[in-house]
């Protein structure tokens, strides 16, 4: 154990403002339970007021009922331009140019120049250009050179934009040799083989084309967007780096299984012995949960872990996963967002990567069936030491026969370890029915708590400020790898207060479609106190910064 140095930044305050909304006012008996709790927690819509327009488009208009439409888009929070300030970056989405074709549209990069502005450098970055139908975004600085790079998913390939430092970025799918036309949706980065360099994941969906394109519907409703069902499924594929800028697919190197239908992954050391697990979300079949084995080779063993199916040895529909402790035993657990008649799955880890289905015992199968959960984050939203749920819900079929094509958000609180669902005024962005896709978390504002980014299809993206009222402390920590990867990619935190440990992950990929900052955010109550922090590297080394901790403070920590 080694006692590094760390340095830090004050935050800056951001005052309250009001944008306009306008989406479908929710019934009162639509999405609701009689278990639903008005909530203390206070988000306000700020997305007009600080110059953020953007509208993910999937191409519904044509009227082609593909699976296609079906995905969404996601969105990223970065500092692309190092400037100290979070930015924004949505994939576009595509159109149905003609009987046999797509047109992708371009991806919108917003700069963040203030407290209370944001600016298009879509065209300026160079980044709007769009060559595929786009789904999500990923960014790590795959290079160590400091600056982050981003990945755009979708159908027919990917783009791959490395960033130059002067507020530019190049495609360099063909040079960096990560070159993939097969249909990917969500992606991680992760050192996998223990070298310091960050490798890729892409999951695969399904085998649509227009050659294979079956009409659905019933009797009702002759035509409607097909089922994953009626389709068969794609292989992920992963790359490892070449250490130089450059690399080269290890997907049968690293052992992965066929046939996915692959939504959702994230990646994070989940039996806990030094090296990353990769977690994928399936549409319809098994989940995946691949376990390193040491050097990039992992062996796929979701069954025997628990987090294949749910309760009832049943494959779910899963779309969004993410790592976090949650009941605050220092074992980091898994959360799904599912389809409609599969309840949300939270999986608890009893130990060494073993999981037990927790969804019903923590209060979560409350929620109900009828909500389609996509974009989803662990976070403490209220700041008082536990990490609660979000959830972005919409349907993908035009005319579903239990609930609505759009849904209203979930926030789960936490509350020793059970969740309550938090009630909404239906004015307000979360008491209203949305499209809801992709979900990035992060504190835009420099205020000290988590805001929230939408990615909503054909529909307005939104961003929520955090206004809810907490005397609690918080701190973030922003690592920077030497000996890891630069991004941290991997890392747990473990938080020392005076009234227990708190423990913080840093994973790759997470959400849906979507990228959070790999910044760790840690409140506690007014009476806590914050002592020191322990950091368990990705290479193996253990770190403790034992400094006073100030509230309110932005620690950059230094391998």
């Known amino acids: 154990m080694s006692l590094r140095f760390c340095f830090c930044f004050v935050w800056l305050c951001l005052s ?22 008005p909530s203390h927690m206070r988000f306000v819509d700020r997305t007009e007021e600080l110059g953020i327009e953007f509208v993910y488009q999937n191409g519904e208009a044509a009227n082609k009922y593909t699976i296609l439409e079906s995905i969404g888009g996601g969105v990223a929070i970065c ?23 797509l047109s992708g549209l371009p991806t919108a990069l917003f700069s963040q120049v203030s407290s209370d502005q944001f600016v298009n450098q879509s065209l300026n970055s160079g980044i709007a250009a769009a060559r595929y139908y786009s789904h999500g975004c990923s960014v790590a600085d795959y290079d160590n050179d400091g600056f982050p790079d981003v990945v755009i998913t979708g159908y027919g390939g990917i783009l791959v934009w490395h960033n130059l430092g002067d507020g530019t970025f190049e495609e360099v799918s063909e040079q960096s040799g990560l070159i993939d036309p097969s249909w990917s949706t969500s992606a991680g980065w992760g050192d996998l083989n223990g070298d310091g360099a960050l490798d890729l994941y892409l999951t695969h969906y399904v085998d649509w084309s227009f050659k294979n394109d079956p009409l659905c519907g019933d009797a009702a409703k002759p035509q409607d967007v097909c089922p994953p069902r009626r389709f068969k499924g794609l292989d992920d594929r992963v790359f490892f780096s070449n250490g130089d800028g450059t690399f080269h697919d290890a997907t049968k190197e690293a052992g992965l299984v066929s046939a996915g239908k692959g939504l959702g992954v994230v990646l994070g050391d989940l039996d806990e012995d030094l090296d990353l697990d990769i977690y994928v979300g399936n549409d319809t079949t098994d989940n995946f949960l691949y376990l390193n084995q040491g050097q990039g080779n992992f062996q796929e063993a979701a069954l025997v872990r628990g987090v294949a199916v749910d309760d009832e040895a049943v494959a779910n529909g899963s779309m969004g996963v993410d790592i976090g402790d949650y009941n605050g035993d220092g074992q980091p657990d898994l959360w799904v967002a599912n389809y409609e008649a599969d309840r949300f799955a939270l999986y608890k880890n009893i130990g060494s990567g073993q999981f037990l289905y927790a969804s019903r015992e ?12 996509f974009g989803t984050k662990f976070g403490d939203y209220d700041s008082d030491g536990d990490e609660d749920i979000i959830v972005s ?58 805001d929230l980014v939408f990615a909503n299809c054909n529909e307005r993206a939104t961003i929520l400020d955090n206004q809810t009222e907490t005397d609690s402390k918080s701190i973030q920590v922003r690592l920077i790898g030497t000996k890891s990867n630069r991004d941290g990619i991997g890392a747990r935190l473990v938080f020392h207060t005076s009234q227990g440990d708190i423990s913080r ?32 590297w990705p290479s193996g080394k253990r770190d403790v910064c034992d400094k006073p901790l100030a509230n309110g403070l932005l620690y950059n920590y230094v391998e």
């Open 362 to 373: 923590t209060g979560v199968g409350t929620i109900g069936k009828l909500f389609v959960g």
């Open 393 to 450: 819900n919409g349907h993908v079929i035009r005319y579903p026969k239990h609930t609505t094509v759009r849904q209203l958000p979930l926030l789960l609180e936490n509350r020793g370890g059970r969740f309550q669902r938090l009630t909404f005024d239906e004015k307000s962005y979360l008491g209203m029915l949305h499209h809801g896709r992709g979900l990035a978390t992060g504190d835009l504002d420099q205020d000290g708590d988590l």
């Open 16 to 37: 309250a403002g009001c944008g306009s909304q306008s989406p479908v006012q929710p019934p009162s008996s639509v999405n609701q339970t009689e278990d639903d709790s």
């Open 505 to 536: 992950y840093v994973t790759g990929g997470g959400s849906y479609l979507s990228q959070n900052r790999y910044l760790v955010h840690c409140a506690l109550p007014s009476d806590a106190k914050m002592e020191a922090f322990t950091v368990y």
């Open 79 to 101: 500092d692309y331009d190092l400037n100290g300030l979070d930015d924004l970056l949505f994939p576009g989405g595509g159109l149905f140019s003609s009987e046999n074709q």
